[in-house]
């Protein structure tokens, strides 16, 4: 079965999770600014999720992680919970 370790961070509006991502690609930090911003408990670990098969997160999060390169900033992605940037940084098949 696939398993992937991934790191998010979760904020409550798409112009929010856009500006973090363009942050991001200007070199900021990825675990710092989880840290910062991450509504969600992991923010305060750099986001990390840790490692889950497919089916343990909300659909969204599942066919981004399953699907995107590895090391590369996807988002935002809009769940029930707000806006996500997800980081795929491991995944075996």
Known sequence: MSK???RHILVDTEEQCQSIKDEIAGGADFA???KQHSS???GQKGGDLGEFGPGMMVKEVDEVVFSADINSVQGPVKTQF???LL???ARSD
């Open 40 to 42: 969600c408990p992991a």
């Open 32 to 34: 710092d600014l989880a």
């Open 82 to 84: 707000g806006y996500h």
């Open 87 to 89: 980081e795929v940084t």
């Open 4 to 6: 992937a370790t991934a």
